[in-house]
């Protein structure tokens, strides 16, 4: 069994945060615990936009604070966000997200983030292994 309190991830190497400071997030779960995905507690900043493409996985989204929207590339679409909205990423679209007031987010990732990621200049997380 695992159980972790989000203030023992604050402050540690599981605690990253954007270099363009937009975001911040804090990670429970990663492929080394052997879940088969990565569980991460989110903050989008107020007034950010973060262009995404995850190339790689597929992630779902859950909000839990917060008032934002996502703006799905492949079609044009722009979708608010706030608390209780849900969205999943399934077909890898590349899309924004921007943040009217903070927005916390309950993300899964499969396949699992390893921790060391940082998105690419496509706005993707490259597929690492456990020893990157």
């Not at 402050?11 to 997030?25: F, I, L, P, Q």
């Not at 008032?67 to 077909?91: F, K, R």
Request: charged share 25%.
């Amino acid at each position: 069994m695992i159980v972790k309190q989000l203030s023992e991830i604050v402050g540690t190497e599981n605690d990253v945060k954007a270099e363009n400071g937009n975001w911040a997030s804090r990670r429970f779960l990663l492929k080394k615990d052997g879940m088969g995905f990565s569980f991460h507690d989110t903050t989008i900043f107020a007034g950010t936009e973060t262009y995404i493409w995850y190339k790689y996985h597929l992630e779902a989204v859950y909000c839990v604070a917060g008032e934002g929207e996502i703006e799905d590339l492949e079609t044009g679409i722009t979708h608010p966000i706030s608390d209780g909205t849900m969205y999943a990423l399934n077909g890898n679209e590349r899309h924004y997200l921007r943040a009217r007031k903070d927005m916390r987010l309950i993300c899964v990732f499969n396949p699992p983030l390893t921790g060391a990621e940082v998105h690419d200049e496509d706005g993707a997380y490259p597929l690492l292994s456990d020893s990157a």
